[in-house]
């Protein structure tokens, strides 16, 4: 199940780790691609719902705890060990496949920027750019923390943003069909 693709990003992350400022950093990086992401989407949230009264965002909410439960039985189902333990720079236990850091942070990032299109180019773009490159270092942290393979963050990107735009899209279709139907 791994991949020869894996062995290689290991490789060249596993160098890394050997650096105390990479391995302090990557706990830091993961801290905030899980934690303090769904930190932030709640306040965020809880915000617009209560002093806005705006109650789409609380479909964000759902999202967000429900891509971690579906992720959490997709781990129980793949049962993929974590790379070897004994060269774990972090304790974590559980499986490895997919990476709920790295599926959160592009989960809260794919949220942020769904029904923004209407935004500053220049502000989006930058935006945008600040996600990417926030879901990359998540991704890579959990990597040279050696913790995940490559594979299992990579996936838990292409999860992350399927399932926002399938909860949406799905969102869309209810309430186009309550519209129609009442």
């Known amino acids: 199940m791994i991949t020869e693709l894996d ?6 992350f596993g160098f890394q780790g050997k650096y ?9 990086i993961s801290f905030l691609g899980l934690e303090l992401a769904i930190v932030y989407e709640i306040i965020i949230c809880l915000k617009t719902i209560i002093f806005k009264k705006k109650y789409r965002l609380g479909l964000d909410l759902i999202i967000l705890l429900s891509s971690i439960v579906i992720a959490l039985v997709i781990k129980e189902l793949v049962a993929r060990p974590r790379p070897n333990v004994s060269q774990m720079m972090v304790k974590e236990s559980g499986y ?29 773009f930058f935006l945008i750019l600040v996600g990417v490159i926030s879901i990359i270092l998540v991704a890579l942290s959990r990597i040279t923390l050696r913790v995940h ?7 838990s990107i292409f999860l992350g943003i399927f ?8 969102n869309k ?10």
């Open 163 to 170: 399932l926002v735009f399938q909860f949406k899209n799905f």
């Open 96 to 124: 490895s496949f997919p990476s709920i850091h790295t599926l959160v942070t592009t989960v809260v990032v794919t949220l942020n920027f769904y029904d923004k299109s209407k935004m500053n180019k220049i502000r989006n």
């Open 20 to 28: 105390k400022a990479v391995i302090l950093a990557s706990k830091l």
């Open 149 to 155: 393979y490559f594979s299992d963050t990579l996936a």
């Open 7 to 12: 062995k290689i990003v290991a490789t060249v």
């Open 173 to 182: 279709y209810i309430s186009k069909n309550k519209t129609i139907n009442n």
